[in-house]
């Protein structure tokens, strides 16, 4: 893993002009906006979650989505917004052991919750089995879409074996099979436009027949 | 490094890391999410404002009035940026609208404003509270009806018009003839990664992380745009979610990033938000081509025209769809010409294979028509038609052409004599399947290129250059180039890209990237060993790097001992592409299911079959031709940026409303490469794929919807609609 | 998106109490649709209150052999119910084939009730539209219409319910459970829940301000074959061009709604009696009234043909 030597992608000193501090209004969780105007000041609220296994307490303005908070608030950046309205996936996360589009959430809502981003699946060097498939499979192009692509697979994965229905399931009442349509209808919310589909397919397919 | 001759053995040739498939050297980043991207940089030093961009509610026209009052009172506003405060900006030489519109307005969701502020809910909800009003004006958003005002407009090294031999008379007399009009639409880029950037300055100076295939390009036109000297310019682009055309230049969000940076006085992040990106930035032109075919009733080409209309902001380029009409066939009566509409749509520029993608959407569906008419096998007949040399100057050949090949090969391996000739004929369940097969042709485009090597005192080797990995592969085929020439393993060699303090590269574009960036480092490399052989007392004439060691007769000494050395250097092209034709070529063979009740169409089966030169990693190679096939299914079946022409702006512009291909949406794809060295392209003897594998893929499964159902649609994209009263079974 | 406070209480009569206390005030549950809109401009409450830890994420049989569905059960939950599998598969068929994983695993039986239109011009806040500012106009009347209405239209708005879920429900009878802020409960049948447009296309449901849903229930299953064929350009993720969705008795009686054709899911029961007779008899009279734009006119074909073709399974 010395490719880039130590993650140096010329990074480059640079001065900021002013403080950090922002200007944001503190009001009590159960105080409510002044009615209406629509410059009225932010809310800020508290929540604190589970990222990656850590505990993470944050001051949170209420329209900060789970995954602003998670990529601008605590610089876990693998989860990334393509659309930011779920038409993409590629903000995908699993919360609570489910993979959602942390895009469409608002963090304040997850009080106490689980979730886990790209992030905690692995790292270089110490690659969750679903990463290094995609590696062996070149299940991707560019690596944007990619980490909501391993969320949803490894989540993918989890809901077939727990029987949960998709679109091409064709008999409700028996057991959901592992098959390469079922994987495909299943993975159709995380849009990759550099089309590394049909492997990203044999990725999934290979580690399921390990876990299988 | 001048390239005038064709390339001799040189040790790339040893194949003992380049042509392997190779995992990619960034891949363990990208699965981890830790490859930074443009909007991901966090770096201490840096704690960026957000900005909003505010887009035009008009098409056309003038803005009447700015209240930015609300706005800048809003919480946590530090500044807006708009035409006033930014003063007069200059026009990048790679862009046609201006980046930052106002007074007057360009095209729909032109960006007129940037809000800044501290965080981006604050920018996002401040950004809804300007007020502009616009003197709407009336402007032209059809392509069909400006058609007839087009202009003559040239592209590139291709001429507006061109004519050998007598076409009218030769197409008039011919015994068989085809006369067809088809249409494209706009089509979107639609990379995932958002056109996004970070601009810090520190005192007259400019850093900028963005998302850009073309970084020296790029740092010239914020020059221009902002009118500073360019050595006060720095573009670090090391990580890009997707261009496919759509980054080769700058957009608003680098602009406005740094203008905003330089009035609030803080480092500025731009993301151009997706509902935005489609009518802000740019877009493949759509096109009505004319088509005609005059053949002998042998099959026979004797005449072949092509003529396209396309449009564009005035001043703005022809999309260039009959560029490959002048070299694919034989046929010594040939005409082509591109014209160029003025429309008041946003900017069109080139996205993947311009001029060929849509070009061969319309050619290789009219060749299927011809072949129809002839009674012939349309693999027959393309191969009856093919040509070894540039039928426009037959003195000059090919330099490689394994079209014939390749429609063999991929014919075999497909199935294709199982195909049952007659349209309509084959049921499976409630589908009707029909294969098509269509060629694949891409010009071999070359570009001067550089790179810096240095090998470390440890025996590392780094490469820096300003290329860029777009998804490409770039950083492994470069790595795989380096240790190739210094004789060295992948992992001892470090590759950095995509920062604008490294040598000029060739930039990732027009398939050339591949070719020309690795030459670059070929060239660096070959510098690199000379200035070791030197050092270390060689002959660099017989000098062997291997296996971390150089040797000379009997003598070896580790590459290590020869310490820290750096050496750069350029390929320049010259001289051969006068000489020779370089393109690359290939056939795609499609299988679709046409639901008989509602016309839904599913492709089933893909093949590819590619010639492009030495294929440097072809794992790497093939996710570039299984992407740009997925890409060519979504031009066949979906995509289309939809044109309110009252209006005149992209009404589905979104990811829900522009239909891309999802997973179900795309089969098992099959890809063959054929041996392949071109020793005039380059000392890499390779060429590209990236391009070729959507051309004439959309053909294809166009051919393949007619042999299943007997109905041609010249009008892409073919959707249900265009087949569902006409389906045999609609009675 | 403007700013907003947000709380969440834990009953219903408390939730819908804090609704009513508001009129810029908003229930968010799943939020797949809401936030979507609220970062556009589209929606702009000013108060957020989550029901989500209202305990209505049950699946519970009722009295009458039916089933009672918690507002709050997600749609992939639903969907996976070993009852509703089995004795109302149109239901879970029409859930998977609708949106995405992730967005089932969040989306609420309530929250894809209400869920509003996929209108371009709804979507888009430069261009007129009576739904998004009641009075500006309609864009898509003589603009972009593939996508939109063909029957249940009207002059101020031509734009559909985008649901999957919504239209088996309606073959289904379900009825829709409500609590409002005073405590008073009322059940809705599912075929008033949705309302045509006429000249208020803002008013979409027949939910009062402030009213909460709890339930949805549905009757005893009523056994036949169930089917949901939704038709549309891609093959997944994608909204409806046409769907159906169809139980089919052995005897070829049976029901039918289509979604993606109206402003709700359009059911003819009069037009059910010719199920029988065939796919062209039942759209006949189905889509008596239809008025298409020129855009969308093949949408009635398209569903006549999709009927036909699950009359034709049906039939085996």
Redesign the interface.
Request: positive net charge; aromatic residues 6%; hydrophobic residues 35%.
């Given at each position: 893993?010395?490719?880039?030597?130590e993650?140096?992608?010329?990074?480059?000193?640079?001065?900021?002009?002013?403080?950090?501090c922002?200007?944001?209004?503190i009001?009590p969780?159960?105080?409510?906006?002044e009615?209406?105007t629509?410059?009225?000041?932010?809310?800020l609220?508290p929540v604190a979650f589970t990222v990656n296994g850590e505990r993470r307490e944050l001051q949170l303005?209420?329209?900060?989505?789970l995954l602003?908070a998670v990529?601008?608030h605590l610089?876990?950046?693998?989860?990334?917004?393509?659309?930011?309205?779920?038409?993409?996936?590629?903000c995908?996360m699993i919360v609570g052991g489910?993979?959602?589009?942390s895009c469409?959430?608002?963090a304040?809502?997850h009080q106490d919750d689980d979730i886990t981003?790209?992030?905690g699946?692995?790292?270089?060097?110490a690659?969750h089995p679903m990463?290094?498939a995609?590696?062996?499979h070149?299940g991707?192009?560019?690596?944007?879409?990619?980490?909501g692509q391993?969320c949803?697979s490894v989540?993918?994965l989890a809901?077939i074996e727990?029987?949960?229905?998709?679109?091409?399931?064709v008999d409700?009442?028996a057991k959901t099979e592992l098959t390469?349509i079922e994987?495909?209808?299943?993975?159709?919310?995380?849009?990759?436009?550099?089309?590394?589909?049909?492997?990203?397919?044999d990725a999934m397919t290979e580690v399921a027949g390990r876990q299988g | 490094m001048k390239f005038d001759t064709p390339a001799g053995r040189n040790p790339i040739d040893q194949l003992k890391v380049i042509g392997k498939p190779t995992?990619?050297?960034?891949?363990?980043?990208?699965?981890?999410?830790?490859?930074?991207?443009a909007?991901?940089?966090?770096?201490p030093?840096?704690?960026p404002l957000y900005g909003f961009v505010v887009g035009s509610g008009v098409a056309k026209g003038r803005i009447a009035g700015m209240d930015l009052t609300?706005?800048k009172?809003?919480?946590?506003v530090v500044t807006i940026v708009t035409a006033e405060t930014a003063g007069p900006l200059g026009l990048g030489q790679f862009n046609t609208a201006p980046l930052l519109g106002g007074p007057e307005v360009a095209h729909y969701h032109q960006a007129v404003a940037l809000v800044v502020a501290?965080?981006?809910?604050?920018a996002r909800?401040?950004a809804?509270?300007v007020r502009v009003d616009y003197d709407e004006a009336k402007g032209a958003f059809d392509l069909a009806a400006s058609r007839g005002s087009a202009k003559a407009a040239k592209i590139q090294t291709n001429p507006a018009e061109t004519a050998i031999g007598n076409f009218e008379a030769a197409f008039g007399k011919a015994a068989v003839r085809l006369e067809e009009t088809y249409t494209t639409p706009n089509e979107a880029?639609?990379?995932?990664?958002?056109h996004a950037s970070i601009a810090?300055?520190?005192g007259d100076a400019l850093?900028v992380w963005t998302s850009n295939q073309m970084i020296d390009r790029s740092v010239s036109d914020i020059v221009k745009t902002l009118k500073m000297p360019k050595e006060k310019v720095?573009l670090?682009s090391?990580?890009?979610?997707?261009?496919?055309g759509g980054k080769l230049w700058i957009r608003s969000d680098v602009i406005l990033a740094a203008l905003g940076a330089r009035q609030?006085?803080?480092?500025v992040k731009v993301?151009l938000?997706?509902?935005l990106m489609f009518n802000n930035t740019v877009h493949r032109s759509g096109t009505i081509q004319r088509i005609r075919i005059g053949a002998d009733t042998d099959g026979t080409i004797i005449a072949i025209g092509h003529e396209s209309w396309s449009g564009n902001q005035v001043g703005g380029r022809p999309e260039g769809a009959v560029a490959q009409t002048r070299l694919l066939y034989a046929g010594s009566n040939r005409m082509t010409a591109e014209r160029v509409a003025a429309l008041d749509l946003p900017e069109s520029n080139a996205m993947r294979a311009p001029g060929e993608a849509p070009g061969l959407m319309a050619l290789e569906m009219a060749v299927d028509e011809m072949a129809d008419r002839l009674g012939m096998d349309p693999v027959q007949f393309r191969i009856k038609n093919d040509t070894q040399v540039d039928p426009e100057k037959p003195e000059r050949p090919f330099s490689q052409r394994q079209l014939v090949a390749a429609l063999r090969d991929g014919a075999e391996r497909f199935g294709w004599s199982k195909r049952v000739a007659t349209p309509g004929q084959v049921r499976d369940g409630r589908w009707r399947v029909g294969l098509g097969v269509a060629a694949a042709f891409r010009n071999n485009q070359v570009m001067k290129s550089g790179a810096r090597v240095r090998l470390g005192a440890d025996g590392?080797v780094t490469v820096e250059t300003d290329m860029t990995d777009?998804?490409?592969?770039t950083?492994t085929i470069i790595?795989q180039t380096a240790a190739e020439m210094m004789g060295v393993t992948l992992?001892k060699?470090?590759?950095?890209l995509g920062?604008s303090?490294f040598p000029i590269s060739s930039g990732s574009g027009g398939q050339w990237g591949a070719n020309s960036s690795t030459s670059g480092v070929y060239a660096a490399c070959a510098k690199l060993r000379e200035a070791v052989t030197q050092k270390l007392g060689f002959n660099s004439d017989d000098a062997v790097f291997e296996d971390s060691q150089v040797r000379s007769g009997n003598r070896s000494l580790p590459l290590a001992e020869a310490g820290e050395l750096v050496a750069e250097d350029a390929i320049e092209f010259e001289g051969l592409a006068n000489k020779y034709q370089q393109s690359t070529f290939g056939a795609h063979f499609v299988e679709v299911g046409v639901d008989a009740a509602t016309a839904e169409i599913r492709v089933r089966r893909m093949l590819a079959v590619c010639a492009g030169g030495r294929i440097l990693n072809p794992?790497?190679a093939?996710?570039?031709v299984?992407?740009?096939?997925?890409?060519g299914v979504g031009a066949a079946l979906m995509e289309e940026l939809v044109v309110d022409k009252t209006r005149g702006f992209f009404v589905n512009h979104?990811?829900?409303g522009y239909e891309?291909?999802?997973?179900?949406d795309?089969?098992?794809?099959e890809v063959i490469f054929l041996d392949e060295v071109d020793p005039i392209s380059s000392p890499m003897k390779a060429k590209g794929v990236g391009e070729l594998g959507i051309c004439g893929c959309a053909a294809a499964v166009a051919n393949a919807i007619y042999n299943a159902t007997g109905i041609r649609v010249r009008d892409y994209p073919i959707t249900l609609d265009k087949l569902l009263e006409r389906m045999p079974d609609a009675a | 998106?403007?700013?907003?406070?947000?709380?969440?209480p834990t009953t219903p009569a408390e939730a819908a109490s804090a609704i009513a206390a508001?009129p810029?005030a908003k229930f968010?549950a799943?939020?797949?649709n809401l936030?979507?809109l609220m970062?556009l401009q589209i929606e702009?409450p000013?108060?957020?209150v989550?029901v989500?830890g209202l305990g209505l994420d049950k699946i519970e049989p009722t009295a009458e052999g039916g089933l009672r569905i918690g507002a709050l059960v997600r749609n992939?939950d639903l969907?996976?119910d070993g009852r509703v599998?089995?004795e109302y598969?149109v239901l879970?068929?029409a859930i998977?084939?609708g949106?995405?994983?992730?967005?089932r695993?969040?989306a609420t039986t309530a929250g894809n009730l209400l869920q509003r239109t996929r209108c371009p011009y709804f979507y888009d806040t430069a261009q007129a539209c009576n739904k998004r500012q009641p009075g500006s106009g309609c864009a898509a009347i003589g603009g972009i219409s593939r996508q939109l209405g063909v029957i249940g239209t009207s002059e101020a708005c031509i734009a559909t319910n985008p649901g999957d879920m919504s239209v088996a429900l309606r073959v289904l009878d379900a009825t829709v459970e409500t609590v409002d802020a005073k405590g008073a409960t009322r059940t809705i049948p599912i075929a008033e829940f949705h309302r045509l447009p006429g000249d208020t296309p803002q008013v979409e449901t027949a939910l009062k301000p402030g009213e909460l849903i709890t339930a949805v229930s549905l009757p005893r299953p009523v056994g036949g074959t169930h089917f949901y064929r939704?038709v549309r350009d891609r093959?997944?993720?994608a909204f409806a061009l046409v769907s159906v969705a169809a139980i089919v008795q052995r005897d070829g009686s049976g029901r039918v709604a289509f979604g993606g054709l109206a402003p709700k899911p359009w059911r003819v029961e009069a037009a059910e009696a010719d199920l029988p007779e065939g796919a062209k008899r039942v759209a006949d009279r189905a889509f008596a009234e239809a008025k298409p734009t020129r855009d969308n006119a093949f949408k009635l074909k398209l569903a006549e043909r999709a009927l036909d073709a699950v009359l034709t399974e049906a039939r085996g």
């Open positions: 893993m010395t490719q880039f030597g993650l140096d992608f010329n990074r480059r000193e640079v001065v900021a002009g002013a403080s950090a922002t200007a944001l209004t009001l969780l159960t105080a409510r906006a009615a209406a629509v410059g009225s000041p932010p809310v609220s303005d209420t329209r900060t989505t602003d990529r601008e610089h876990l950046t693998g989860a990334k917004k393509g659309c930011d309205h779920g038409q993409c996936g590629a995908t489910r993979r959602i589009n469409l959430t608002l304040v809502m981003t790209i992030e699946l692995g790292k270089p060097g690659l990463q290094a995609f590696v062996k070149d991707y192009q560019c690596g944007f879409c990619t980490p391993i949803s989540a993918v809901e727990a029987g949960i229905p998709s679109h091409v399931t409700l009442t390469t994987i495909r209808e299943r993975m159709s919310g995380n849009i990759c436009r550099c089309g590394a589909y049909s492997n990203i397919v | 995992d990619r050297i960034e891949g363990p980043y990208k699965v981890t999410g830790t490859a930074p991207y909007y991901d940089w966090h770096d030093t840096l704690t609300t706005a009172a809003a919480p946590g501290e965080s981006f809910e604050q909800a401040a809804a509270l880029h639609a990379m995932m990664e958002p810090s300055w520190e850093t720095r670090i090391p990580f890009i979610g997707g261009g496919f609030a006085g803080r480092p993301a938000t997706r509902p590392m777009i998804g490409t592969g950083y790595g992992d060699v470090v590759v950095r920062d303090s794992k790497s093939r996710s570039q299984i992407g740009a096939m997925t890409m979104d990811l829900a891309v291909p999802v997973h179900a795309i089969p098992h794809q | 998106m403007r700013a907003f406070s947000y709380e969440r508001r810029d968010i799943g939020g797949t936030l979507d970062k702009m000013a108060h957020l989550d989500n992939t969907a996976a599998r089995k598969g879970s068929r998977v084939a949106a995405s994983g992730q967005l695993n969040k939704k093959a997944s993720y």
